[in-house]
């Protein structure tokens, strides 16, 4: 069994970066999406064909997590695909929906690839996006074994290395390391709103590093920040305490307390895998 067609439903940033890497490998790729202007750039762009119809063997649905039920429920029904998958950045509440609609679990494969970019739309896609960057998995005991071989099949042409991961603990997982920095990002973006002239004239790369996620769309973000609110609100809660503890320390000269978090930040850094991961040297006593 192997991807010789695929349908891409959701021409934004995601899909269209999918269907670019899956059109190099090779693969026949159909796009739809509810936004005709998207479709017709993604077309242009050389992402695919538009759907017609035609059956596939894979279906990737890229829409915002609380429509990848509704649209899973509807190519079902009209026998799209052999197999189904999503890319939602929220596993729990899709799959939830997948089931109140009746939808055919054994077929379904619930993925996240942990990648992206601050712009938006087909024309930011690129077909090297998901380039050896984690796609999360979520399948459970009632898929079936070919689906899961094919939505594999899908990462590995994407160039993505598959996780397997149960939804919660997916959930849990993204709440720590995308979506609690992209509010902690906004935070010190939106500080700068009101910022003077003088100020934004010394800025540096360092700010453009930290806020860089915050130009997101605010409302696709809040749509996925209200799909994994409880788990974004303990993170940042645990951040907010640390940002506390360090004002108080500092107001009254206790520098000690705002070298522990430094130093926690730096051991934090250096676990994070990937391009210029690894050890960082040590942070001297005294500055």
């Given amino acids: 069994m192997t991807i010789e067609k695929a349908l891409v439903v959701g021409t934004g940033l995601i899909g ?3 269907a670019l890497a899956l059109q190099e490998k090779g693969v026949t790729v159909h796009l739809s999406d509810v936004d005709a202007h998207a479709v017709r ?10 759907w017609t119809g035609e059956e596939v063997d894979l279906a990737l649905i890229a829409v915002p997590p609380h429509l990848v039920g509704e649209r899973l429920a509807e190519l079902q029904k009209q026998g799209a695909a052999r197999t189904y998958t999503d890319v939602a950045s929220v596993k729990v509440d899709p799959i939830a929906d997948a089931e109140r609609l009746g939808c055919d679990p054994t077929s379904y ?12 739309g087909p024309a930011a896609a690129r077909a090297d996006l998901f380039l050896g960057r984690p796609w999360a998995l979520c399948p459970d005991t009632r898929t079936n074994a070919a689906a899961l071989r ?10 993505a290395k598959a996780v397997t991961v149960g939804a919660r603990e997916h959930d849990a997982a993204v709440a720590l390391v995308s979506h609690a920095p992209h509010v902690a990002a906004s935070a010190v973006a939106a500080s700068l709103q009101s910022c003077d002239d003088v100020a934004l004239s010394l800025a540096g790369q360092g700010l453009r590093d930290v806020t860089r996620i915050a130009a997101g769309n605010p409302l696709l973000w809040q749509k996925i920040l209200s799909g994994n609110a409880l788990p974004v609100a303990d ?4 951040i907010a305490a640390d940002l506390a503890a360090a004002a108080s320390a500092l107001r009254s000269g206790d520098t000690d307390g705002v070298t522990d978090l430094l130093r926690r930040g730096v051991d934090g ?19």
């Fill in 16 to 18: 269209t970066s999918a």
């Fill in 41 to 50: 750039l993604a077309c242009e762009l050389g992402a695919g064909r538009e």
């Fill in 109 to 120: 494969v619930p993925g996240h690839p942990l990648a992206g970019r601050e712009r938006s």
């Fill in 150 to 159: 094919l939505t594999r099949e899908l990462v590995s042409l994407c160039g």
């Fill in 235 to 238: 993170v940042l809660d645990r």
């Fill in 269 to 287: 850094h250096g676990r994070i895998p990937g391009k210029n991961s690894g050890p960082a040297p040590p942070v001297p006593a005294a500055l």
